[in-house]
């Protein structure tokens, strides 16, 4: 079973910068794509930023420019750089993968992590 465990997230204000942190665990020899969403109170969940085992990214477009995502297919982790934060980008953001070979079997589905709080004071 894959867990995905988050780091990273606190308090900070408008134009500072935060980096989270996630890593998979469970045996886990590869993941297809690693990233993360969030989610606003009161809003949907949505796509932050997306980081395939090959290398590519995807980013939403409220973050192009001043969030970067990259990764450690190693170690099977993922990390957001978040630059020029604002209040908007106030959400709880959730670690998130798909894809995952354990146990000598490749399971097609997607994993979740616990979340955590970003908070960007104006």
């Known amino acids: 079973q894959v867990q995905l465990a988050e780091s990273g997230g606190g308090l900070v204000q408008a134009g500072e910068s935060l980096e989270l942190s996630c890593a998979a665990s469970?045996?886990?020899?590869?993941?297809?794509?690693m990233g993360w969403y969030r989610q606003a109170p009161g809003k949907q969940r949505e796509m932050v930023a997306l980081?395939?085992?090959?290398?590519?990214?995807n980013y939403s477009d409220s973050v192009k420019g001043r969030f970067t995502i990259s990764g450690d297919s190693a170690k099977n982790s993922v990390y957001l750089r978040m630059n020029s934060l604002k209040p908007e980008d106030t959400a709880v953001y959730y670690c998130?993968?798909?894809?995952?070979?354990?146990?000598?079997?490749?399971?097609?589905?997607?994993?979740w992590g616990q979340g955590t709080q970003v908070t960007v004071s104006s």
């Open positions: 998130y993968a798909n894809g995952a070979t354990y146990g000598g079997v490749f399971h097609n589905r997607q994993y």
């Open positions: 469970g045996g886990v020899v590869s993941l297809n794509v």
């Open positions: 980081f395939t085992r090959v290398g590519t990214t």
